[in-house]
């Protein structure tokens, strides 16, 4: 797995569009948080484009991430927002001179699809929070995308709940948004879970959606030799009129319960203010104990 290089002040991060639209004065919060840590920004082509919600058509969004990519003076891509629209670029981008010269690409959500198809390339990533959720983001999560930016320390500790599933397991952190990963089954933007620790969260989608999407992606052999799992925020899940009968935890625990692998719910990463950085494609310690759930990236 190929780690790119860790930025340093002066560095320019490009912030691009990859799947909604996103306005320049949207971009004020995002520029001033990398300024405030000596960066440099350079706004892409399809900042402040509007085809159809997405952030100008399918050409130019992938144009303007392939010209970044391949940006030598260019150190690091943001993606502006998630939504959906990546998956339709993809296919697209060359990523030849990319996988020579690799840089972090960063975001969650949609961009779960970018966190993938570099993950088969073996390149590593961030799952962070985005120029569109700054605004809300809290400081101290602003602080675990620097550090991962950066190449500082990263290590989180949390409270574990009654329901999580107790080991303690290494290696390498994958995965992303659950609809997102679901989507590619069957792609060659598709991960391999085998001896990995997965991470999957998701958003307003219905407890039967859930289990359906969970289900193929068991029936497509994403758990049976993956070494843990790390379930990030699952926020606002709908049930129909005749209840589904389980919520998303007992939905994900019936699910596991045959891997006998280590499993922690509610950790601070998702669709949550509470989005800490994760860098996937990294090898981790994870461990779930009595008081604790630990995560330490090496």
């Given at each position: 797995?190929?780690?790119?290089?860790f930025?340093?002040?002066?560095d320019?991060?490009a912030?691009?569009?990859?799947?909604?639209?996103?306005?320049p004065?949207?971009?004020?919060?995002?520029?001033?948080?990398?300024?405030?840590?000596?960066?440099?920004?350079?706004?892409?082509r399809?900042?402040g484009?509007?085809?159809?919600q997405?952030?100008?058509?399918?050409?130019?969004?992938?144009?303007?991430?392939?010209?970044?990519?391949?940006d030598d003076?260019?150190?690091?891509i943001?993606?502006?927002?998630?939504g959906y629209?990546t998956?339709?670029?993809?296919?697209?981008?060359?990523?030849?001179?990319f996988?020579?010269?690799?840089?972090?690409i960063?975001?969650?959500?949609d961009?779960t699809?970018?966190?993938s198809h570099?993950?088969?390339?073996?390149?590593?990533?961030?799952?962070?929070?985005?120029p569109?959720?700054?605004?809300?983001?809290?400081?101290?999560?602003?602080?675990?995308?620097k550090?991962?930016?950066?190449?500082?320390?990263?290590?989180y500790?949390?409270?574990?709940?009654?329901?999580?599933?107790?080991?303690?397991?290494?290696?390498e952190l994958?995965?992303g948004?659950?609809?997102?990963?679901?989507s590619?089954?069957?792609?060659?933007?598709?991960?391999?879970?085998?001896?990995?620790i997965?991470?999957i969260?998701?958003?307003?989608?219905?407890?039967?959606?859930?289990?359906r999407?969970?289900?193929?992606?068991?029936?497509n052999?994403?758990?049976?030799?993956?070494?843990?799992v790390?379930?990030?925020?699952?926020r606002?899940?709908?049930?129909?009129?005749?209840?589904?009968?389980?919520n998303?935890?007992?939905?994900?625990?019936a699910?596991m319960?045959?891997?006998?692998i280590p499993i922690?719910?509610e950790?601070?990463?998702g669709h949550?203010?509470?989005?800490r950085?994760?860098?996937?494609g990294?090898?981790?310690?994870?461990?779930?104990?009595?008081?604790?759930?630990?995560l330490?990236f090496?």
């Amino acid at each position: 797995m190929k780690i790119p290089p860790f930025l340093k002040k002066g560095d320019t991060v490009a912030i691009v569009c990859t799947a909604r639209k996103f306005m320049p004065e949207e971009a004020k919060p995002a520029i001033h948080l990398l300024e405030s840590w000596g960066l440099k920004t350079k706004l892409g082509r399809t900042i402040g484009l509007d085809s159809c919600q997405l952030g100008g058509t399918d050409a130019e969004r992938a144009a303007d991430l392939q010209q970044m990519m391949d940006d030598d003076n260019v150190k690091a891509i943001w993606c502006a927002r998630g939504g959906y629209g990546t998956v339709r670029i993809i296919d697209l981008v060359d990523f030849t001179k990319f996988q020579n010269q690799p840089k972090w690409i960063m975001g969650f959500s949609d961009v779960t699809v970018l966190h993938s198809h570099l993950n088969t390339l073996g390149i590593a990533s961030l799952h962070s929070i985005m120029p569109f959720t700054v605004p809300n983001a809290p400081e101290d999560v602003k602080k675990t995308f620097k550090d991962a930016l950066f190449g500082n320390e990263l290590s989180y500790t949390i409270p574990s709940k009654p329901y999580d599933v107790k080991g303690k397991v290494k290696g390498e952190l994958v995965g992303g948004n659950i609809s997102i990963l679901y989507s590619l089954l069957g792609s060659k933007s598709s991960i391999n879970t085998k001896d990995k620790i997965l991470f999957i969260e998701d958003l307003d989608e219905y407890l039967y959606h859930i289990d359906r999407m969970l289900y193929n992606i068991k029936r497509n052999g994403y758990f049976e030799n993956v070494r843990g799992v790390i379930v990030g925020s699952m926020r606002d899940m709908h049930d129909n009129e005749i209840p589904f009968g389980q919520n998303e935890v007992q939905i994900i625990t019936a699910i596991m319960k045959e891997y006998n692998i280590p499993i922690a719910f509610e950790f601070c990463a998702g669709h949550q203010k509470d989005n800490r950085t994760l860098i996937l494609g990294s090898q981790v310690e994870f461990e779930v104990n009595e008081r604790d759930v630990k995560l330490k990236f090496n």
